[in-house]
């Protein structure tokens, strides 16, 4: 079916052809009628009859024309077309290729989401030559990147470790106290922190995949502190862009909750410089603490004291997977303070982290280790 604006065309061609029809015919009467009557003989010397054929012939023609040569004009407009896309296909190509690569605002604007990801795997694919790869690959980061609710920048942690004065220095119970603080700009998805300590581990698992929470510990039932006391977990301050935010505390049985608003003065889609401060509860023989990084993050470093918690050694497992290694700083040998710094400059995935395992100075006598002194003696 043809378009509004061809059959507009046509009928104002058609229009033109019966209107100079019209006015031919018109004339031709005009001039047999000079030739009978004398009051009209001021005509004679007009060329009516001239004029008339012409424009009737004109008018038919045009009628003619349009019904019997449009069809084969149409066709022959459309092959030319054809004809000038063929032509110019490569260098058309190449102009939205080059477009769509160097400005993505415009791939956005036509392309959906389905589609982008069809592209993105394509062109992984095409680089790898290995497009099952190419399409795993994209999955995992389309699932933990583009999905994220939030992405932190330059996060700052520092943890301090020293003896847990509530309990016994050594042995059963004895157990670490771990103030660690957090640092980092983030452009935040929801108008609240929350940061939670639970002891079930199907639940701590739930909390890893709920975007709404910020943190959470998972506290082993099995130690000589309920999980739902502040003294196994408690967060101790929140700042804001600098301002200390109020703390809400809520518990049940096992678990708690805390939570902090940002603030009515935190603007939708600012980024702002969030900051927190927490005490934790660790034991003493568990050797490990695990800092987890739960939003994908560009730039992260990382300080650990353990000066007064009579440690021997720290060893670091970094899981901070990319093409740069972490840098791993360790205090001197004979340094009053026992420090580590582990520095990353690169983008790390969610759920990847920082594990710190020690070594107790207790599990050692005179140089040697608890077990091999064990095993000397027996």
Not at 100 to 111: D, E, I, P, R, T
Not at 146 to 159: L, Y
Request: proline share 5%; charged share 25%.
């Amino acid at each position: 079916m043809n378009n509004l604006l061809d059959q507009l065309y046509k009928t104002k061609l058609r229009f033109a052809g019966f209107v100079s029809a019209t006015l031919g015919l018109a004339l031709l009467v005009v001039s047999h009628l000079v030739e009978d009557k004398h009051t009209l003989s001021w005509l004679i010397g007009w060329p009516t009859n001239e004029l008339g054929t012409a424009l009737l012939s004109a008018g038919i023609i045009a009628i003619v024309f349009e019904f019997y040569t449009r069809k084969e004009n149409d066709a022959r407009l459309d092959e030319r077309l054809r004809a000038a896309i063929r032509h110019e296909a490569p260098a058309i190509r190449e102009a939205v290729l080059d477009s769509f690569a160097f400005n993505a605002s415009a791939l956005k604007a036509v392309a959906s989401d389905e589609t982008l990801d069809r592209i993105a795997t394509n062109a992984i694919g095409l680089r790898l030559d290995d497009q099952a790869l190419a399409e795993d690959a994209y999955r995992e980061l389309r699932d933990q990147v583009i999905r994220a609710p939030e992405r932190w920048h330059d996060v700052d942690i520092s943890v301090v470790l020293h003896p847990w004065s509530g309990g016994p220095s050594t042995g059963k119970g004895s157990m670490f106290e771990a103030t660690i603080r957090w640092q980092y700009r983030v452009t935040p998805s929801t108008p609240a922190l929350r940061f939670a300590c639970v002891s079930d581990p199907a639940e701590y698992r739930e909390l890893q995949a709920d975007p709404t929470v910020t943190d959470q510990w998972y506290f082993d039932s099995s130690a000589p502190v309920d999980p739902s006391s502040p003294e196994a977990f408690e967060l101790l301050q929140v700042t804001v862009n600098g301002h200390e935010r109020p703390v809400r505390r809520t518990s049940r049985k096992g678990s708690q909750v805390y939570s902090a608003v940002l603030g009515k003065d935190v603007e939708a889609g600012a980024e702002v410089q969030v900051a927190y401060t927490y005490r934790m509860l660790l034991q003493r023989h568990g050797h490990l603490l695990y800092l987890d990084l739960p939003r994908p993050t560009k730039g992260v470093h990382t300080s650990i004291d353990y000066s007064h918690a009579g440690i021997r050694r720290l060893n670091i497992l970094d899981y901070l997977a990319g093409p740069d290694a972490a840098r791993i700083e360790q205090s001197p040998v004979g340094s009053p303070t026992r420090t580590v710094d582990i520095s990353y400059g690169g983008q790390v995935f969610p759920r990847a982290g920082v594990a710190v395992v020690w070594v107790l100075e207790d599990e050692f006598i005179a140089g040697e280790p608890t077990a091999a002194r064990s095993k000397n003696a027996a």
